[in-house]
């Protein structure tokens, strides 16, 4: 059993007139997991937080995330804690954030909030991106 990472999306728009307005619901999303070659958002609408699993054989991941027709690369690197639960359920595995990335094609920036993954509900990382309206 494992944990995922909780990604949440901030953007800004800006018009013409260079007035800013934030928006959280994203549009048109593709998301593969490059690590395992596995798609896990094909096309989604009307998202504002991402699950992203994070494989424990390995200390990072790295995520093609398409959006507007430009794909941006999204790299998480991090440990892996097991822990016991019971006889029953075995082990589950906990991450610990080190440190996010992206080549920035649409990204502006990624941001850890919580570095400690144990739950699907608390947010890990946020990603902040500008596009003209």
Not at 24 to 34: A, F
Not at 86 to 99: F, K, R
């Amino acid at each position: 059993m494992r944990v995922v990472a909780c990604v949440t999306l901030r953007g800004i728009a800006v018009d013409s007139t260079l007035v800013g307005t934030e928006f959280t619901k994203w549009d048109s999303i593709t998301i593969k997991h490059i690590t395992t070659d596995s798609v896990l958002y094909d096309n989604q609408k009307d998202l504002s937080t991402l699950r992203f699993p994070l494989t424990v054989d390995t200390t990072m991941n790295s995520y093609a995330m398409t959006w507007r027709g430009q794909t941006d690369t999204l790299y998480i690197r991090y440990t892996n804690t097991m822990q016991y639960v019971s006889m029953a359920c075995g082990c589950i595995v906990y991450h610990t954030i080190d440190s996010v990335w992206a080549k920035q094609v649409w990204m502006d920036s990624v941001s850890i909030i919580n570095s400690t993954v144990e739950n699907h509900e608390q947010e890990n990382i946020k990603i902040h991106s500008t596009v003209a309206q």
